[in-house]
């Protein structure tokens, strides 16, 4: 390419798009050019991703982590179906492979996958008899109940009705996967709320605690930490903490 060429191209480029950006794309046509893959190349097509040049992977803590520690509680309780109200999709999706799995979503969601059905549910009055769901999870979802951000009732309760529902649900000798925010307690309104340490087991009182993980906020270079301190947790400004809970009883 000439020099003409890769200051028509930097002519072009619109304020938000650095210089490196466009000599990069001349670069790259020129070395494009001189093969013949059938791949077309424009200048007009381009989608310039500038924030990956990073010196690390980065990812979201909460749902990466949360999504491996419930996986990994699933293959080994090994249930022969598996309820979830809202959780990740991907979560849901990848689960399906190796567990059947009922999703349950407050929005309808067209997701079609072998071992996976989905449906349409409301949290605070989840379509199951009393103590009827043997394994059942729900995670990163109560922080946001009537909060009004997914076109649900504003309710500052809304949060502990659920919760409620869900340990109605649960079956004796069934498992509950839990996950909400925790750290120093507050209303973000209307984002989500984060709890303190005691708050999700007193609301789970009836419930017996098999596992409490806690991933810490990004001050803490950790990933998952078991059996976490109430100190510890409190003082995180928004860690993530994942409680498995069992109904006692068979």
């Known amino acids: 390419m000439t020099a003409t060429s890769i200051t028509n191209i930097e002519n072009a480029t619109t304020p938000a798009e650095p210089a490196w950006f466009a000599e990069d794309f001349a670069r790259f046509r020129d070395m494009q050019g001189r ?44 249930p022969a179906r598996h309820v979830d109200v809202s959780s990740s999709l991907y979560f849901c999706a990848i689960a399906s492979a190796f567990v059947p799995v009922d999703y349950y979503e407050y929005r309808p ?46 309710d500052p309760d809304g949060d502990l009705k659920a919760m409620a529902e869900l340990c109605r649900v649960l079956a004796p000798g069934g498992s509950l996967l839990f996950v909400v925010p925790v750290g120093r307690p507050r209303i973000v309104f209307n984002a989500h709320r984060i709890y303190g340490a005691t708050h999700i087991r007193d609301a789970f009182r009836d419930l017996t ?33 994942c409680f498995w809970f069992q109904r006692s009883g068979t």
């Open 35 to 78: 093969s013949d893959r059938g791949l077309a190349l424009t200048w007009e097509e381009r989608q310039p991703q500038l924030a990956d040049r990073t010196p690390g992977c980065g990812f979201d803590r909460h749902y990466v982590y949360h999504t491996a520690w419930a996986s990994r509680v699933l293959a080994a309780t090994k």
């Open 109 to 154: 969601v067209n997701l079609t996958l072998d071992n996976l059905t989905t449906g349409v549910a409301d949290l605070q009055r989840l379509p199951f008899a009393d103590k009827s769901v043997a394994s059942i999870s729900c995670m990163h979802v109560v922080e946001h109940i009537g909060l009004g951000r997914y076109g649900d009732p504003i």
């Open 209 to 241: 605690l098999r596992q409490f993980a806690l991933i810490p906020d990004g001050r803490h270079k950790k990933g998952l930490i078991l059996d976490a301190s109430d100190d510890f947790v409190n003082e995180q400004n928004y860690g993530c903490g």
